[in-house]
């Protein structure tokens, strides 16, 4: 899938829209931030997510890989007036990010594609604050069908209880685990359902 590619018509999609605003309730009853927090969104995109959080942080700063997906948000922040909102083109698993001492980190259909998790779980460590949370939205364990392109090399989803084992290896214990959202996806001539998950952990140390 080329990102940059589909940046400009990402946001026609209802069903994205719809799914940022049900994981986004999920975040906001659980961790209930107030207007003094941090947030950074890994794997942004065009911000669909943090539209949706604007209200209820400080600030939010926003990393995506994709140029496209990150020149569409830098036009959304212009033209919806989003002064909290600081985006950045940035690999946060192979660049220099020196900001730090989040309150939560937040992502949505981002982890199964980094092929390190041990790697990006120990950055996400160091960037949160103690006590800090991190939210994992992403697909639930599936059989491969999910993604049709034939050069995919990432994760097949994820068991819930290997994630919360590699979480706690890195100083994060779970403490709240949803399936708040299912995506129907035609498969050939079938149609087959893959539930999501909100996985929310809280930096221990």
Not at 19 to 42: D, G, Q, S, W, Y
Not at 174 to 190: E, F, H, S
Request: hydrophobic share 35%.
């Amino acid at each position: 899938m080329s990102f940059d590619k589909e940046a400009k018509t990402w946001d026609q999609n209802p069903e994205k829209a719809e799914r940022a605003r049900v994981f986004a309730k999920e975040i906001l009853h659980f961790i209930k931030p107030n207007n003094e927090m941090t947030a950074m969104e890994f794997g942004s995109g065009t911000g669909l997510l943090s539209e949706q959080l604007k209200d209820y942080f400080h600030s939010i700063s926003l990393l995506d890989t994709s140029e496209g997906m990150i020149e569409v948000l830098k036009e959304k922040i212009i033209e919806k007036k989003l002064s909290n909102f600081y985006p950045y083109q940035i690999d946060l698993t192979q660049d220099t990010f020196d900001q730090k001492d989040f309150d939560v980190i937040y992502m949505s259909m981002t982890l199964h594609h980094i092929p390190d998790l041990d790697n990006v779980i120990k950055i996400f460590h160091s960037k949160i604050k103690r006590d800090g949370y991190l939210c994992v939205a992403d697909l639930e364990k599936e059989d491969g069908t999910f993604h049709s392109s034939s050069d995919y090399d990432g994760h097949l989803g994820f068991d819930r209880h290997a994630l919360e084992d590699l979480l706690y290896q890195h100083g994060f214990k779970a403490i709240y685990y949803a399936q708040p959202y299912t995506i129907t996806k035609a498969n050939d001539d079938t149609t087959k359902e893959y539930p999501l998950f909100l996985m929310i952990a809280q930096k221990m140390n």
